[in-house]
């Protein structure tokens, strides 16, 4: 079966861009990485395409006149790559209503919280002033709306008492780099599929054993 070619739209760091790319590396993964698109030159993550071989581009969003022209783009150089899927990974860009539209289906984010809690910017500060003791992070479609969109897997980590921003992340990030793989490894063998907002993975199993945390 053809390979799901998936591009990433990064901002910075790109260490969940590393993951797919890691993954994607790996024989007989159902998809490969087409092009890495970044709004910044300077993010890291470029380096890490370019050491995997990968095409990468960069579109400065501050040369743009608008979302909207920064946007369609973007849409341009996905069309060119040819891609199925894009991969948000660490993008710091509000998307338009009009490209979130076009991608429908095929645009999938990575966000460090257990959605639907915690949207938005500083995840770990409002799991941590929350007071949460379990927290995570999701990989979920797309939407209009910010940080919604069908779950397709979620991760959860334990909160200790001593964490601060810094260890809490970190711990969260591990679960990022694996659950990020495994989503895409799903959609590539496609068996995804959507109903009312909920997302089913044919042959995927509910993990039985619940995280408590405190332990007693
Ligand atoms: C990750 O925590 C991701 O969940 C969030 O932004 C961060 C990006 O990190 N959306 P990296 O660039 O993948 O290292």
Not at 21 to 43: Q, T
């Amino acid at each position: 079966m053809a390979r799901l070619r998936v591009a990433v739209l990064i901002s910075g760091r790109g260490s969940n861009l590393q993951a797919l790319l890691d993954a994607c590396g790996e024989g007989g993964f159902p998809a490969e990485i087409v092009l890495v698109l970044s709004n910044r030159p300077d993010a890291a993550g470029l380096d890490r395409a370019r050491r995997a071989g990968v095409p990468t581009r960069i579109l400065d969003h501050k040369v743009f006149a608008s979302r909207e022209a920064f946007d369609e783009a973007m849409d341009g150089l996905l069309r060119t790559a040819s891609a199925d899927l894009v991969c948000l990974a660490g993008f710091m860009r509000l998307l338009t209503p009009g490209f979130v539209q076009a991608w429908q289906d095929r645009l999938i984010n990575i966000h460090p919280s257990l959605l639907p809690s915690f949207k938005g910017l500083h995840t770990h500060r409002q799991a941590l002033d929350a007071g949460v003791t379990i927290h995570g992070c999701t990989v979920h479609f797309v939407t209009a709306d910010l940080d919604a969109g069908p779950i397709l897997v979620q991760a959860a980590v334990p909160v200790h008492p001593d964490d601060d921003e810094d260890s809490l992340a970190a711990r969260v990030l591990e679960a990022e780099h694996r659950i990020y793989p495994l989503a895409l490894r799903w959609l590539g063998e496609g068996r995804i599929s959507t109903e009312n907002n909920r997302v089913r993975v044919s042959n995927g199993t509910a993990a039985i054993y619940p995280l408590i945390n405190p332990a007693a």
